[in-house]
């Protein structure tokens, strides 16, 4: 991957819609929030599709990556444009990944600049980081990235989802650099509904997870590579941990070049069976 590349203003591998998806974008809002918002008619949840009594089939939506799969999906559930929201048992299966992926797909199919974001939500539970998925838009007229909580637009979760405050959602490697200077309790971020997945594991794990997001890999939330399993079974030590704290400071310098230069490192690459 190159640094010319990582045009957020383009579609990548996981957010390229199919021929002849575009279409259905056409009557969406040119609002780059209402875009999002257009997605929370769209997916849900896998558990609220099982209260839905949605079979396993439809429940295995959730394993879709790619937003041009996502859309086929859901036209065969409902062959209305998408600016038209469907009923919850017509949407695609997805967690929030599908959410932010999907409109982080449709913002660059109008040419604006996004990109997803792994990491963890602080405003789901007090006091504790939840994993999350978010997206970001390219605001140019403010001249600054704008965090988006696609999933929860409208849901009283946060007072401006659409606007994320610094803090509200830390990605992986933000969590990171907090937690490894003491300012953070790692053990209090994790997954919700679990007992073990929580703690320095599950921070490193979502910051991989978002240098990958952030060179246009949009992964599913349990897919692992690189030396992810390792230390989430422990058997990774202090060189995997500096590793990561390189990671975390080159996505917060967010420089194009060294983001990509960093994604072939063979503890980061996404390997090819995990690309579309």
């Not at 999002?36 to 849900?44: K, N, P, Q, Y």
């Not at 989802?161 to 053990?187: I, Q, Y």
């Not at 703690?199 to 690189?226: F, Q, T, Y």
């Amino acid at each position: 991957m190159t640094a010319d590349a990582l045009d957020y203003s383009r579609p990548g591998p996981h957010t390229r819609l199919a021929a002849g998806q575009s279409a259905l974008l056409e009557r969406l809002p040119d609002d780059p929030v209402e875009i999002c918002a257009a997605v929370t008619g769209l997916v849900i949840q896998p558990s609220d599709g099982a209260r839905l009594g949605l079979p396993e089939a439809r429940i295995a939506e959730k394993d879709i990556r790619p937003a041009a799969g996502l859309v086929a999906a859901l036209a065969a559930l409902d062959a209305a444009p998408l600016h038209h929201p469907r009923s919850p048992e017509q949407r695609v299966v997805g967690t929030c990944r599908h959410f932010a992926t999907l409109a982080c797909a449709f913002l660059r199919a109008r040419g604006v600049p996004a990109r997803a974001h792994c990491g963890f939500g602080t405003y789901f539970s007090e006091g504790r980081g939840l994993d999350h998925w978010i997206t970001e838009y390219w605001h140019t007229a403010e001249a600054r990235w704008v965090r988006v909580d696609t999933e929860h637009l409208g849901s009283g979760y946060v007072e401006h989802p659409e606007d994320l405050a610094p803090g509200e959602f830390l990605t992986g490697g933000e969590a990171w650099v907090r937690c490894r200077a003491g300012l953070l309790d790692p053990g209090l971020f994790g997954v919700a509904g679990t007992e073990h997945a929580w703690g320095p594991h599950e921070i490193s794990g979502n910051a991989v997870r978002d240098l990958a997001a952030l060179c246009k890999h949009e992964m599913l939330p349990w897919d692992e590579w690189g030396r992810m399993t390792e230390a989430y079974e422990g058997r990774t030590g202090p060189g995997y941990d500096r590793r990561i704290d390189l990671l975390a400071a080159t996505c917060a310098a967010d420089e194009p070049a060294a983001l990509a230069r960093l994604f072939t490192d063979p503890h980061f690459a996404v390997p090819p069976h995990l690309t579309p």
